[in-house]
């Protein structure tokens, strides 16, 4: 039952994403280790950009601390690409805990979704 409540959740967020061609996409990915995210132009289908938390120099840091520095990372690389705007996909995860901690990185960094 929640693998199909996920399911539903990532099919209604990317047909939402999906539909806006004139940004790019912030794909997020969460394992239990480490979280990804990468910026995908969907009408090239090429990816743009790609942190992970691997790059981050911060390594004491709790989970929560560690992916808003690395939504303040890939804000800073996005600036350097000349990206401002994205469309966030948070694909099959709720926007809560790390997730949610990226994206206000992100925001904070100066990327607009």
């Known amino acids: ?3 199909k409540t996920k399911l539903l959740r ?3 967020i990317r047909s939402k994403v999906r539909l806006n061609v004139q940004r790019p996409r912030l794909s997020v990915f969460r394992s239990n280790k480490y979280i990804y995210a990468q910026i995908i132009d969907d009408v090239k289908r090429e990816t743009l ?3 992970s938390e691997k790059d981050l120099t911060v ?3 709790g989970r929560l601390e560690k992916a ?3 939504g303040t990372l890939l804000a ?3 600036a350097g690409k000349k990206i401002s705007n994205v469309v ?3 694909g099959a995860y709720k ?3 790390r997730i949610k901690s990226l994206a206000e990185g992100a925001r904070e960094g100066g990327l607009k979704f």
């Open 1 to 3: 039952m929640k693998s």
């Open 10 to 12: 990532q099919k209604r």
């Open 49 to 51: 950009l790609g942190v």
């Open 59 to 61: 390594k004491t840091a």
């Open 68 to 70: 808003k520095a690395l």
């Open 76 to 78: 800073k690389k996005a």
């Open 88 to 90: 966030f996909d948070k």
């Open 95 to 97: 926007f809560h805990g």
